[in-house]
C-alpha cells in the first residue's frame, strides 16, 4: 500500500506538468523556443525545488487551506483563478484535437473530473498513476519509432529564455500548488522529497525529448499541434494528448470543486461545470499564447511568497547560515587566579600555626590583637 501510495503520488507531480500543450508540445515552444541540453538541466532542477518547496508548506501546514496565513484568501483567489484558465486550456485542447467530437467529448472529461474529484487527492493519484506511465511510454515510443530528434542547440541562452523557461516552471507550479501542498500534509519527508527528485528527472526528460523531436522540422512551428505533424498525423497520438490533458485537468479542476462544494453545495458545482464548459470554446493557442505568460508572472510572485513563508517558519535559514559561516576555533580558556583570602595569606605568613582549629593571635598591623581561622593548605 505505501508503495502505491508512493507511485500515486509520483505520477500526479508528474501530471500536474504534462498536459495538452506540453504533449503536443505548443507551449514548450512558446515557452523554450529551442531545444538546449543547458534549459533541460535547470528545468529539472527548478522543478525539483520548486515541487519540495509546495511539498514541504504542506506538511508544516496540514495541507494548502493553512499555508498564507492573512494572504490565504487573495492567495487562493489568484490560484482559483489560475485553476480554472487551466480547465479551460485543456478542454480547448480536447476540442481542437477532435473537432468532430466537440463538445460531447469535453463534458464528458468534466463529468469524470467531478467523479474523480469526489475522491479527493488519492483519486487523483489512482488516475495518474494509470493514465501518466501509458501518456509517457507512448510519446517515447512514437518519437524513437519516427527518427524525429533533432541535435541541440549551441549551449548559451539569453537572459529573455532564461526568464521564459523559469515562466513556465513557476506556472506550473502555481497551477499546481493545492494539490501539492495536500500530497505533502499525507507524505512522510523522505518519501516525499524522492517523489520530487524523480518527478522532475521525468518531466526534464519529456522536456528534452518533446522539444527534439518538434525542432527537427521547424515547420511545425506554425501549427497548433507540432509533435502531431512531426509525427505524421498518428492516429494515436490525439488518445495520447488527451491522456495529458486529463491529468492536468484533474490537478486543476479539484481544487475548484472543493471550493465550490464547501461554499455552495451541489448548486455551486453545477454552475462550476457550466462555466467551465462554456470557457472551453476560447482558442487553444490564444490561452498559451496570451493567459499562461501572465500566469508565469503570478507563480514567479508566488514562489518569493512560499519561499519566505517556509524560511519564517523553520529554522533552515539559521542553519543555512551557520554552514556557510567560516569555522572558527575555540578560544582557550585561561584559568584566572582568584585573589588570595586575608586569611589565606596570614596562613603563609605563620606556617606554624597552619592545620590549628582554633585561630592565631596576628601580631602584624593589618590584624593586631584579632583571632584569624587559618584555612589548611591543599
Same mark, same amino acid.
Given at each position: 500500500m505505501r508503495k502505491m501510495k508512493g507511485f500515486g503520488a509520483l505520477f500526479t507531480m508528474v501530471g500536474t506538468v504534462i498536459g495538452a500543450g506540453?504533449?503536443?508540445?505548443?507551449? %514548450?515552444?512558446?515557452?523554450?523556443?529551442?531545444?538546449?541540453?543547458?534549459?533541460? #538541466?535547470?528545468?529539472? $532542477?527548478?522543478?525539483?525545488?520548486?515541487?519540495?518547496?509546495? !511539498?514541504? %508548506?504542506?506538511?508544516? #501546514?496540514?495541507?494548502?487551506?493553512?499555508?498564507?496565513?492573512?494572504?490565504?484568501?487573495?492567495?487562493?483567489?489568484?490560484?482559483?483563478?489560475?485553476?480554472?484558465?487551466?480547465?479551460?486550456?485543456?478542454?480547448?485542447? %480536447?476540442?481542437? $484535437?477532435?473537432?468532430?467530437?466537440?463538445?460531447? $467529448?469535453?463534458?464528458?472529461?468534466?463529468?469524470?473530473?467531478?467523479?474523480?474529484?469526489?475522491?479527493?487527492?488519492?483519486?487523483?493519484?489512482? !488516475?495518474?498513476?494509470? !493514465?501518466?506511465?501509458? !501518456? %509517457?511510454?507512448?510519446?517515447?515510443?512514437?518519437?524513437?519509432?519516427?527518427?524525429?530528434?533533432?541535435?541541440?542547440?549551441?549551449?548559451?541562452?539569453?537572459?529573455?529564455?532564461?526568464?521564459?523557461? #523559469?515562466?513556465?516552471?513557476?506556472?506550473?507550479?502555481? $497551477?499546481?500548488?493545492?494539490?501539492?501542498?495536500?500530497?505533502?500534509?499525507?507524505?512522510?519527508?523522505?518519501?516525499?522529497?524522492?517523489?520530487?527528485?524523480v518527478s522532475s528527472l521525468i518531466v526534464a526528460l519529456a522536456v528534452g525529448l518533446i522539444l527534439s523531436a518538434v525542432c527537427s522540422d521547424k515547420s511545425s512551428f506554425a501549427y497548433a499541434l507540432p509533435l502531431s505533424y512531426v509525427l505524421g498525423g498518428v492516429k494515436l497520438f490525439p488518445l495520447i494528448a488527451g491522456g495529458g490533458m486529463l491529468t492536468t485537468l484533474l490537478s486543476s479542476f479539484y481544487p475548484l470543486y472543493t471550493l465550490a462544494g464547501r461554499k455552495l453545495g451541489i448548486a455551486g458545482k453545477w454552475i462550476l461545470f457550466a462555466l467551465t464548459e462554456c470557457a472551453s470554446f476560447i482558442s487553444f493557442k490564444s490561452i498559451v499564447a496570451t493567459v499562461y505568460p501572465v500566469l508565469g508572472v503570478f507563480g514567479m510572485g508566488m514562489a518569493a511568497v512560499c519561499a519566505a513563508v517556509y524560511f519564517g517558519k523553520t529554522t533552515v535559514k539559521k542553519e543555512i547560515a551557520a554552514a556557510l559561516s567560516p569555522p572558527r576555533g575555540r578560544k582557550k580558556r585561561v584559568a584566572h587566579k582568584r585573589p588570595a583570602s586575608a586569611e589565606r595569606i596570614k596562613a603563609v605568613k605563620y606556617p606554624d600555626n597552619v592545620g590549628k582549629s582554633k585561630g592565631v593571635k596576628c601580631h602584624d598591623s593589618v590584624g593586631k590583637g584579632k583571632d584569624v581561622k587559618v584555612i589548611p593548605s591543599t
Open positions: 506540453f504533449v503536443s508540445g505548443g507551449e %514548450l515552444l512558446q515557452f523554450f523556443g529551442c531545444f538546449r541540453i543547458s534549459t533541460v #538541466y535547470c528545468t529539472g $532542477l527548478l522543478f525539483f525545488f520548486s515541487f519540495l518547496l509546495c !511539498v514541504r %508548506l504542506g506538511k508544516i #501546514y496540514g495541507g494548502f487551506e493553512g499555508v498564507f496565513g492573512r494572504l490565504s484568501r487573495f492567495v487562493k483567489a489568484v490560484i482559483l483563478f489560475g485553476s480554472f484558465v487551466s480547465c479551460a486550456g485543456m478542454l480547448s485542447g %480536447l476540442n481542437s $484535437l477532435l473537432p468532430h467530437a466537440k463538445p460531447f $467529448l469535453s463534458l464528458a472529461f468534466l463529468v469524470f473530473a467531478c467523479f474523480v474529484s469526489e475522491k479527493g487527492v488519492k483519486g487523483i493519484g489512482t !488516475v495518474n498513476m494509470i !493514465v501518466m506511465p501509458a !501518456v %509517457l511510454l507512448s510519446v517515447t515510443a512514437l518519437i524513437f519509432s519516427s527518427g524525429a530528434l533533432s541535435p541541440s542547440e549551441p549551449p548559451k541562452a539569453g537572459f529573455g529564455s532564461l526568464l521564459s523557461m #523559469y515562466l513556465y516552471i513557476s506556472m506550473n507550479t502555481f $497551477l499546481s500548488m493545492p494539490v501539492l501542498c495536500d500530497l505533502g500534509a499525507e507524505l512522510k519527508d523522505k518519501p516525499a522529497a524522492l517523489c520530487c527528485l
